[in-house]
């Protein structure tokens, strides 16, 4: 920082020290050192110095809209389609990230029929280097509720083996984080099942786990959001406020996670 300049005047001819002129009378030199520290106290900061950096928008959650596929395009239950429903979840919970001070989203397509295989979901949330990838889906069968699954166990597809164990323990973290932050949005809302694991569903029970999960280097979870043939759990999703209720449930759970593993 460039000092102001004195109000004092140094005589000239007093060679190469100008100082010299003061330091030889008593008391002058402290009195003008004195006077030079004051005024550097008084100087404001340069412009900026002391202004608080806003926080990086860091943590990047990938969002994988389910289906369609290499291996089907999604159930279809009560006048809803899987496809429609995990489109419209995703696309609130887009919204409800790019309002978050820290978070920030990439989704797996663009468009709600784009087909995306499962590898290809995995490798763009790698690309991203995303916090967590939330893969979305609807379930049918016997059974009602939301279900949170995680991998547990590494599974082998296309010659690949994985996840890491690292993945799987952070996975297993994302999935408790994810079953509290919906358990405490959805409340009576919705019956919310305990946390599974890829090695109990059909895919992962040949695999060892399902192919979005084979193929994460990221923390990855499935959501079955409901049973879509269940009248109850169709008339929750397939309503506009029961779509904003799970999107606010799962940034809820996203949060709890992230928090947790800063």
């Given at each position: 920082?460039?000092?102001?300049?004195?109000?004092?005047?140094?005589?000239?001819?007093?060679?190469?020290?100008?100082?010299?002129?003061?330091?030889?009378?008593?008391?002058?030199?402290?009195?003008?050192?004195?006077?030079?520290?004051?005024?550097?106290?008084?100087?404001?900061?340069?412009?900026?110095?002391?202004?608080?950096?806003?926080?990086?928008?860091?943590?990047?959650?990938?969002?994988?809209?389910?289906?369609?596929?290499?291996?089907?395009?999604?159930?279809?239950?009560?006048?809803?389609?899987?496809?429609?429903?995990?489109?419209?979840v995703a696309l609130r919970l887009e919204k409800l990230i790019a309002a978050d001070p820290v978070l920030t989203s990439v989704k797996t397509k663009q468009k709600v029929d784009e087909l995306?295989?499962?590898?290809?979901?995995?490798?763009?949330?790698?690309?991203?280097?995303?916090?967590?990838?939330?893969?979305?889906?609807?379930?049918?069968?016997?059974?009602?509720?939301?279900?949170?699954?995680?991998?547990?166990?590494?599974?082998?597809?296309?010659?690949?083996?994985?996840?890491?164990?690292?993945?799987?323990?952070?996975?297993?973290?994302?999935?408790?984080?994810?079953?509290?932050?919906?358990?405490?949005?959805?409340?009576?809302?919705?019956?919310?099942?305990?946390?599974?694991?890829?090695?109990?569903?059909?895919?992962?029970?040949?695999?060892?786990?399902?192919?979005?999960?084979?193929?994460?280097?990221?923390?990855?979870?499935?959501?079955?959001?409901?049973?879509?043939?269940?009248?109850?759990?169709?008339?929750?999703?397939?309503?506009?406020?029961?779509?904003?209720?799970?999107?606010?449930?799962?940034?809820?759970?996203?949060?709890?996670?992230?928090?947790?593993?800063?």
């Amino acid at each position: 920082m460039q000092l102001p300049r004195s109000r004092f005047y140094f005589k000239a001819g007093v060679e190469d020290n100008p100082l010299a002129a003061i330091e030889n009378k008593p008391g002058m030199f402290q009195t003008t050192l004195i006077l030079l520290l004051a005024l550097l106290c008084l100087t404001p900061p340069l412009s900026g110095q002391t202004q608080a950096v806003p926080p990086d928008r860091s943590l990047v959650i990938a969002i994988d809209p389910g289906h369609p596929s290499e291996t089907s395009g999604g159930c279809a239950h009560h006048g809803l389609k899987e496809v429609d429903i995990c489109w419209e979840v995703a696309l609130r919970l887009e919204k409800l990230i790019a309002a978050d001070p820290v978070l920030t989203s990439v989704k797996t397509k663009q468009k709600v029929d784009e087909l995306v295989t499962n590898r290809e979901r995995a490798e763009i949330a790698n690309r991203a280097g995303a916090a967590l990838m939330v893969r979305l889906h609807c379930d049918s069968g016997n059974g009602s509720g939301c279900t949170v699954y995680y991998p547990d166990r590494q599974g082998t597809v296309q010659d690949v083996t994985g996840p890491s164990y690292e993945v799987i323990a952070a996975s297993r973290r994302a999935a408790e984080g994810m079953q509290a932050g919906l358990a405490f949005v959805l409340g009576g809302s919705l019956y919310l099942n305990q946390i599974k694991t890829d090695s109990v569903t059909y895919v992962g029970s040949k695999q060892g786990a399902l192919t979005g999960s084979i193929f994460a280097k990221v923390p990855a979870l499935v959501v079955e959001m409901v049973y879509l043939n269940n009248a109850s759990d169709a008339a929750f999703i397939g309503s506009p406020a029961g779509q904003d209720l799970m999107a606010q449930g799962l940034l809820a759970g996203i949060k709890e996670f992230v928090s947790d593993n800063k």
